[in-house]
């Protein structure tokens, strides 16, 4: 069974950092490109941050020299490391898995709710 669980999810301040982590299980994660996506209120999902297999990362211009993606192939993790968060950076953030031989075949998580506020 896959599953992808986020953590990490809370209320900062504007202008801090924080980071978020999913745990990925149930897949061959070596073989899946990850990506943090996030919706805010109102919005439309939108892509955050991706990486690839290999490593390669790319992110969406409004996160990009602030936010950070990584992944850990040992522990089946990525992590999103955030910083100057922004109060319109208010969101769900929702980890992604899509396997690279497919890619019809993803999968998401269930997200956590990351709402900066002073």
């Known amino acids: 069974q896959v599953q992808l669980v986020e953590s990490g999810g809370g209320v900062v301040q504007p202008g801090a950092a924080h980071k978020l982590s999913c745990e990925t299980s149930?897949?061959?994660?070596?073989?899946?490109?990850m990506a943090w996506y996030r919706q805010g209120p109102g919005r439309q999902r939108e892509l955050v941050a991706l990486?690839?297999?290999?490593?390669?990362?790319n992110y969406s211009d409004s996160v990009k020299g602030r936010f950070t993606i990584s992944r850990d192939g040992a522990k089946k993790t990525i992590s999103l490391q955030m910083n100057d968060l922004r109060p319109e950076e208010t969101a769900v953030y929702y980890c992604?898995?899509?396997?690279?031989?497919?890619?019809?075949?993803?999968?998401w998580g269930q997200g956590t709710q990351v709402t900066v506020s002073s």
């Open positions: 992604w898995a899509r396997y690279e031989g497919d890619c019809l075949r993803q999968f």
């Open positions: 149930g897949f061959i994660f070596t073989l899946y490109a």
């Open positions: 990486i690839t297999p290999g490593g390669l990362d």
